[in-house]
């Protein structure tokens, strides 16, 4: 009886874990840009990500680390900026609200809390700070403290 319970508990638990290997999880999220080369700066420079190599060398693509097996593709190609509503952002999170803003303010970057108050900082009822801000093609970014 003990064998068989043992082997139960050992297929159950087996067949758990190969279908939580088979769920999706997130490859990447590609941003259609109009500059690759202000774009990257951007990203680089403002928001902070690690480039990492691209196939396709061909000067129009620009691939980010965002976290493990994870990536940020920018492509170049798009002919002009379009609308994005703030619902819709890339989130990332920092260890400090108050160093990434530093960093924004030395790049000249605007931001806002949720309800768009310039230079503030949204405290969610959870205790996590966040702030927006737009990318060079008006894509919104969500920057919090959630490291939980």
Same mark, same amino acid.
């Given at each position: ?16 874990s190969v279908s939580a290997q088979n769920k999706p999880r997130l490859n990447h999220i590609a941003l259609y840009v109009m ?12 928001? @902070? ?58 790049? @000249? ?6 309800? @768009?108050e310039k230079n503030a900082v949204t405290n969610r009822v959870d205790g996590v700070k966040q702030l927006y801000f737009k ?14």
């Amino acid at each position: 009886m003990k064998k068989a319970f043992c082997l139960l508990t050992i297929s159950v638990a087996l067949s758990m874990s190969v279908s939580a290997q088979n769920k999706p999880r997130l490859n990447h999220i590609a941003l259609y840009v109009m500059d690759l080369k202000k774009s990257t700066s951007f990203y680089s420079n403002v928001v @902070g990500l690690d480039t990492i190599p691209e196939p396709f060398h061909d000067g129009r693509h620009t691939w980010f680390s965002v976290g493990t097996h994870s990536h940020l593709h920018i492509i170049s190609g798009a002919k002009e900026k379009t609308p994005h509503d703030k619902n819709t952002h890339l989130c990332f999170s920092v260890l400090s609200i108050n160093e990434f803003i530093a960093n924004l303010k030395k790049h @000249g970057v605007e931001y806002e809390n949720w309800a @768009g108050e310039k230079n503030a900082v949204t405290n969610r009822v959870d205790g996590v700070k966040q702030l927006y801000f737009k990318d060079p093609d008006g894509y919104w970014i969500e920057i919090n403290d959630d490291n939980k």
